[in-house]
């Protein structure tokens, strides 16, 4: 039988039949009927449960890793990528506000629009865990990434469905807003979980507020310590918006936080933004601002700073830290490996890598992904 509806966990009681969640540090109290800030969990009867259990926006697609994106875990690789609806977020530049805004009906079947989009609405695919399983193994995936909208708040589904991941040997994979609280980090990080895309929006509280309509960052901060402490494969985007996060001192500020808090060795990919959903910038983010992002974290010791969404001369490769020789070229999607040795040495200089770039590196990858 197909569950789409299921107890939640990580939540408590309160006077007169409120729940409070703490799956997400929105740690919403929910009245009686009422649903939490991610729209998918909702209060029935004064327990909480999840609308979304095996609610799939499809049977999922078949991405390059890169497109997640994560440049120094399995390189090269496929990720069998699945969604669902709803998110703890309401970013005014959602690119995927079509399922990250979309209300769950109360069967988990489909999703539904507030306010303006109210005529519109979003069939959703019925999936058990067993048969998710199943779709990846065929499909030869070796990963697979839960991502597009907010994983977080589908905590019971990638808990039992990681479990089962795990027994087949798939690596599994966040694509996250990191807004999670320490409760539920703790469970993710005890499934199992090998990887994480944090999103590091902005380094303000005002920015969280203002763009993402959250009250403050702390969260998200504490998310990317705490997977990387508990051995976590972490790499941090940063979506560079005109005139909202992308100054000198915005750029300087994220360097600095993750060199003293994640580490020398940690990813940091920023991203250029183009105008969508409700446009908080009209401009597209310049090569010119992306390009001093990217030497800002060269000269701070960023090891392996990306530069994604745009053409980039080197932003798009992996460079040894020590002798700075090409490690891993990228053309699109498209991967070669120039100067990495099977042991994860340079080849040039023999620094060992292995606590830099994890897994074998995937040369036969593919510049297409694909739905199935
Ligand atoms: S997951 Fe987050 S947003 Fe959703 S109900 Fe729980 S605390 Fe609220
Ligand atoms: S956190 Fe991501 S999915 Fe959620 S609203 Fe923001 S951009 Fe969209």
Avoid at 47 to 53: G, P
Avoid at 208 to 217: A, F, N, P, R, S
Avoid at 277 to 288: D, I, Q, V
């Amino acid at each position: 039988m197909i569950i789409l509806i299921l107890k939640a966990k990580l939540w408590e009681k309160l006077d007169n039949k409120k729940v409070k969640c703490h799956v997400c540090a929105n740690e919403c109290v929910i009245s009686l009927g009422k649903v939490g800030i991610c729209r998918t969990r909702k209060n029935i009867e004064g327990e909480l449960f999840t609308l979304i259990y095996g609610s799939h926006i499809s049977k999922g697609s078949l991405d390059p890793i890169e497109k997640k994106p994560l440049y120094n875990f399995w390189p090269g690789h496929i990720a069998y990528s699945i969604a669902s609806i709803g998110c703890s977020f309401r970013c005014l530049n959602c690119q995927n506000w079509t399922i990250s805004q979309a209300n769950p009906t109360d069967n988990g079947k489909n999703g539904f629009y507030s306010d303006e989009y109210s005529d519109r609405k979003i069939s959703l695919y019925e999936m058990t865990p067993e048969a998710l399983v199943k779709n990846v193994v065929k499909s030869g995936a070796k990963t697979l990434a839960y991502t597009y909208n907010e994983p977080l708040i589908w905590h019971e589904w990638i808990i039992d469905t990681t479990k089962l991941l795990k027994k087949e040997g798939i690596k599994t994979i966040l694509v996250t807003n990191g807004f999670s609280t320490p409760e539920a980090s703790k469970e993710l990080i005890q499934v199992g979980i090998d990887a994480a895309n944090i999103d590091i929006k902005g380094m303000s509280d005002e920015f969280y507020k203002k763009i993402c309509g959250v009250k403050t960052l702390q969260p998200v901060l504490n998310t990317a310590k705490y997977f990387k402490e508990n051995k976590v494969h972490v790499e941090i985007t940063n979506l560079l918006i005109p005139d909202l996060n992308d100054k000198r001192e915005d750029i300087e500020k994220i360097c600095d936080w993750v060199l003293n808090n994640l580490g020398e060795e940690t990813p940091l990919h920023f991203s250029a933004y183009h105008p969508d959903f409700k446009m908080p910038s009209n401009e597209r983010t310049s090569y010119s601002v992306l390009d001093l992002a990217y030497n800002i974290a060269k000269e701070k010791g960023i090891f392996f700073p990306y530069i994604g969404n745009i053409n980039h001369n080197d932003g798009s490769n992996t460079f040894c830290p020590n002798c700075k020789i090409i490690l891993i070229e990228r053309n699109g999607y498209q991967i070669q490996n120039k100067n990495l040795t099977a042991n994860n040495t340079c080849k040039n200089c023999s620094f060992d890598l292995n606590g830099c770039i994890k897994g074998k590196i995937n040369e036969n990858s593919s510049n297409k992904f694909f739905f199935i």
